[in-house]
């Protein structure tokens, strides 16, 4: 399938970039993460795609983060994070003409669904807070069995407000989807994978994953990502 050229989707951004900065973040901001797998002859297609409707989003009106991401070891797997003022803003972004014309060219090329998970924010830093060009992006999907929600809600904010703290991390955040209220997920930046590795060493990072294995309901899933931006 070849890139479409003065479609819906080329139109509708262009639409959508002219419109007025984002406004000031508000208490409490809609995140969601997005997966997205696609067949692995459609890849670089799809990064295309992926660059096109990011542009179009960032100038929509209550629009505070919206990123793209590849995964390093599976280059055909993406991921979206986006933050919006407010669950509203959230919905006008579904109903905009970009992202309908987004999703019309990007399902063809999926070998999986459109895997999308509003959630809210249980540790947000700054929400200005990017990576570098060379920076390594860590996207975590953590599922505890129903019991033990509420203590992995306050382990996650611990193990979020103190990575803020270490050499090296540019973000990290703590998320709670919204339909599955025991469904987790982790949103980090580090400067280098170096300061990765040291993260990862850590005597509260090694306590929290030995008090976090007995409560997992499925593996722990960390994936790592660059921004393809």
Sequence with gaps: MKMPCGALLTAAILTAVAVSPAPAQ???PAVVVTYIEVAP??????AALLRLVAAASRGETGNLRFEVLQQIERTDHFA???AWTDSK???SHGAAAASKAFRDWIKPLQVGPY???PSVALSLGSIGAAGSGGSIYVVTHVDVTGNFKDEAIVMLRKLAEDGRKEPGAARFEAWQQGNRANHFTLNEIWATEAALEDHLATAAVREFREQLG????????DRRYKNIE
């Design 26 to 28: 508000g208490p409490q």
């Design 41 to 46: 002859s459609a890849a670089a297609e799809a």
């Design 80 to 82: 979206i994070l986006e």
């Design 89 to 91: 803003a959230f919905e």
């Design 115 to 117: 895997d999308e998970r």
């Design 214 to 221: 007995p409560k997992n309901g499925a593996l722990y899933d």
